[in-house]
Each structure stands twice: as structure tokens, then as C-alpha cells.
């Protein structure tokens, strides 16, 4: 079984206000609210989750992917400022989940991998906010979902504030996850769930190599997810890309492929491309990102969980 824990011990800590205090098996960091290190560490994949109830309820418009701003995440898809795109991939991109060799070939945690993290949401508060992050490098973000206008299409939830779901069976100590789909009529750009990191600006993620987290995909579901980094190269909203001449929403991203049980993927900064239909840049600006996304392409139904995203060093 694969689990995330805190780096800590029973010691005596002084913490805000100068107070001591008895630490059994927390840190300062999570007794006052602000995330500290983490380890990941690999081990085989598990099952849990469930199938999502498919209603009629309809998805608010977005003008835009991978680049919304949300509101108050309370009802329908967020209405978005744009970001998505319709580039599907860089050049010589393969959609992964496991096998192969090398750090872009396989996109998981392995089993006795162990890496340094930084969680970013654990879903287990139920509420749409991300954690807020280390002490000095806070963090302010809040879960939604993007999709494209069209008519057609349907999101699950209908309402933002459901997106967070029970895990049944949970998997290991995860009892809450994100739980999102959507049926085949987005097909213009399609849709999204996704969160900002730094209250919908742009704020320093350099220290990290990377992103891990827990997906899985009910049977019904398309598999092939792009997992998009969002910074202010390429976003609408950052002053680089030239908007004008549709420069923008180029995002660096990588694609994996999930499966019905629960896999735990890494997605490395370096394996990052772009799509190429936009403006190119060297590299993701990972002291300027702005946050992620979890896409599928236009006409694919999905219907998906995700849990655990951490940064890792």
C-alpha cells in the first residue's frame, strides 16, 4: 500500500507564539494549518471509488480552458478566461501509465520510491480550498471545473461544491477524493477540473521537480489525460503570450493514461512540451505558475477520481 507521511517525531517543538508544545506524530505545520515536507513513498496501486451519478443537470458556459478564474465554487463549471486550447500533445509525446524506461517513459511512483513532498490537497477537509501550503511559500487555491459553451454538453457535479466525494472503499486512509465526468458533448476544446495555487496570481513552485497524485477512472471513462501546468508564459492573464494573435493557452503538459484501479503518477517538470500551436517557450516558468489542470480532448466522456496531489523535490 502506498501512503503519504508527515516526517515527524514525538519531540517538543516551538511553534506560533513562541509556545511549546507536545508533538506526537504532528508537526508545527499541521497543527497550525500550513503544510510542511511529506514522503511519498511508492508501492502498488489500490482499489476504491465508485461510479458517478450521471443527472441532467447542465454545466455553466466557459469562454476558456486551463486558465478559468473561478468564483465562489458554488454551482455549475466555473466561467473561465480562457487557457485550454486545441493542441493535443508535443512532439514525440506518449501517453504513459507505467512500463517502458526512464523518467518520462514511466509516469508513476515506484514501489520503494521515496520522494520529498510538499502536499498540495489531500481532499480529506471535503471543502474546495487547497492546503495552505509552508510557512514561507503560502499557498491559496480553490478546486473547479472548466469545460467549453457547448450546448451539449454535461458536467458531473452540476454543482462545484459536490466535487469532492467519498472514497468507498477508501483507499488506505483516503476517505475523500475529487469525483468529476462529463458526457461526450464538449466539442470544441473539452473539459476540465483544476486549481489555482496562489490566489488566481502567479507565485514561486521552483524548488519543486515535479507533481504526484492518486487517479483512477471509472469503466466508462475515456483514459487518456493531459495534465496541464499553468504558468504565466502561456496564460492569458500573464502578460507574455501575445493574445492577440491566439499565442496563448500553449500550455507545457504531459498526458497519462489511467486505469480502473487507483495508480499513483509523477509527472516530472522536465518531460513537459508544449502543443505547438501557440507561442514557444524553453521551459515551464515554474517561479511563475499559476496552477494545474486535468483535461480530456473534445468529445470524450470521462468520469474520474484524483486524490493526493503533492509537489515533489
Not at 223 to 242: A, P, S
Request: charged share 20%; hydrophobic share 35%; proline share 4%.
Amino acid at each position: 500500500m502506498t501512503s503519504m507521511k508527515t516526517k515527524t517525531m514525538l519531540a517538543f517543538a516551538w511553534c506560533a507564539g513562541e509556545c511549546a508544545i507536545a508533538v506526537l506524530g504532528l508537526g508545527c505545520a499541521q497543527i497550525f494549518g500550513f503544510d510542511k515536507d511529506y514522503q511519498i513513498e511508492g508501492g502498488a496501486s489500490e482499489g476504491g471509488g465508485g461510479s458517478a451519478t450521471q443527472g441532467s443537470g447542465g454545466a455553466t458556459a466557459s469562454s476558456g480552458g486551463g486558465g478559468a478564474t473561478t468564483g465562489s465554487g458554488t454551482g455549475g463549471a466555473t466561467t473561465g478566461s480562457g487557457g485550454g486550447g486545441s493542441g493535443d500533445g508535443g512532439a514525440g509525446e506518449t501517453a504513459t501509465g507505467g512500463g517502458g524506461a526512464g523518467p518520462c517513459e514511466v509516469l508513476e511512483v515506484m514501489p520503494g520510491e521515496l520522494l520529498d513532498g510538499s502536499m498540495i490537497d489531500d481532499m480529506e477537509d471535503g471543502d474546495l480550498s487547497i492546503l495552505p501550503g509552508e510557512k514561507e511559500n503560502p499557498r491559496a487555491g480553490i478546486w473547479f471545473m472548466d469545460n467549453d459553451p457547448s450546448p451539449e454538453g454535461i458536467r458531473e457535479p452540476d454543482n462545484e461544491a459536490d466535487l469532492m466525494s467519498t472514497v468507498d472503499p477508501p483507499r488506505g486512509d483516503s476517505h475523500v477524493a475529487v469525483h468529476t465526468g462529463a458526457n461526450d458533448g464538449f466539442r470544441e476544446y473539452g473539459a476540465s477540473v483544476a486549481f489555482f495555487l496562489y490566489n488566481d496570481g502567479f507565485g514561486d513552485a521552483s524548488e519543486y521537480r515535479g507533481i504526484t497524485f492518486w487517479a483512477r477512472a471509472e469503466e466508462s471513462s475515456a483514459r487518456r489525460m493531459k495534465v496541464m501546468f499553468i504558468d504565466r508564459q502561456t496564460r492569458d492573464t500573464g502578460g507574455i503570450c501575445d493574445v492577440e494573435a491566439d499565442g496563448c493557452y500553449d500550455h507545457f503538459h504531459r498526458h497519462v493514461l489511467l486505469a480502473d484501479d487507483w495508480k499513483h503518477f509523477k509527472i516530472p517538470v522536465e518531460c513537459l512540451k508544449q502543443g505547438g500551436f501557440g507561442d514557444q517557450f524553453e521551459a515551464p516558468a515554474m517561479d511563475q505558475l499559476w496552477g494545474f489542470y486535468f483535461s480530456f480532448d473534445a468529445g470524450q466522456a470521462f468520469d474520474i477520481w484524483i486524490d493526493d496531489v503533492a509537489f515533489y523535490r
